[in-house]
């Protein structure tokens, strides 16, 4: 007797997860780019690098991403998100300029609220001990005011206000820091114009930490000093045309430190 054919129960069908439509792609689309421009505007910043000042650790034409939120003045209802802490020794920072407001400045913080500060012969001392500064490219040449600070006031080309309180803040012929204040110099000391010679940068101003460079490119010194529009016209067509010879590749994603 034959054996029954066993039937085998249709498996039941998935059903079909609902597709998106094109209101809801737009939607999520718009979401995405409305968090990224958020992040862009008010945790990160671009800037480039037009001056010296930094040399070696930043060159001209570095383009930095610079971090607006760990180092910038802490709101009080962020402190439980946002992993502020205080500006330290050495930390490279972004700032506005305390003498041309509207001029965004790189320099490194050498010195923080309640630190005695002084250099000699172009060494620098802080609360007494000599501070060791492998970034530094020294002067070629000598300066009183510049690399024996603090002297007496004298004719050094600064700002003038700065000038007439330098010796306000003078003890023992130390610099010494005031509170919810900060000292900064760069990194080409000779050709560094800096808190010795507009003294220093309010906590208020400091924009952020640079954290990488994105872009480098070959630019020259006085590339800033060009604003007319034809210049920048030519800037844009030669950056155009020598992007990648002129771009300096091995500087790209490098961390600022």
Do not use: C
């Not at 409305?34 to 800037?47: D, K, R």
């Not at 005695?116 to 000598?142: A, H, K, M, T, W």
């Amino acid at each position: 007797m034959a054996k029954p054919k066993i039937l085998k129960a249709d498996s039941p069908k998935k059903p079909e997860p609902p597709k998106e439509t094109w209101m809801e792609f737009i939607a999520s689309t718009a979401t995405i780019f409305v968090m990224g421009l958020f992040i862009v505007t008010f945790n990160f910043q671009a800037f480039e690098i037009p001056s010296g000042s930094m040399i070696k650790t930043l060159l001209i034409g570095d383009h930095l991403f610079v971090d607006r939120t760990t180092a910038a003045p802490p709101a009080q209802w962020m402190r439980p998100v946002i992993p502020y802490r205080d500006i330290q020794h050495g930390d490279i920072i972004v700032f506005i300029s305390p003498v041309q407001p509207g001029l965004h400045v790189v320099k490194r913080i050498l010195a923080v609220p309640g630190d005695r500060l002084r250099l000699r012969n172009g060494v620098l001392f802080r609360n007494g001990q000599q501070v060791d500064e492998p970034y530094v490219i020294p002067p070629s040449s000598y300066d009183p005011y510049r690399d024996d600070f603090p002297s007496l006031p004298l004719e050094f080309g600064g700002d003038p206000a700065w000038s007439r309180d330098l010796a306000n803040y003078v003890k023992d012929g130390e610099l010494v820091v005031p509170p919810d204040m900060y000292f900064g110099m760069g990194d080409n000391r000779g050709v560094s114009y800096d808190s010795r010679y507009w003294g220093f940068i309010p906590r208020r101003n400091i924009i952020g930490r640079p954290m990488f460079i994105y872009w480098s490119f070959e630019t020259p010194e006085d590339q800033y000093k060009k604003t007319l529009m034809s210049e920048r016209v030519g800037w844009l067509v030669h950056v155009v045309l020598n992007f990648f010879g002129d771009t300096r590749w091995n500087r790209t994603l490098r961390l600022v430190h």
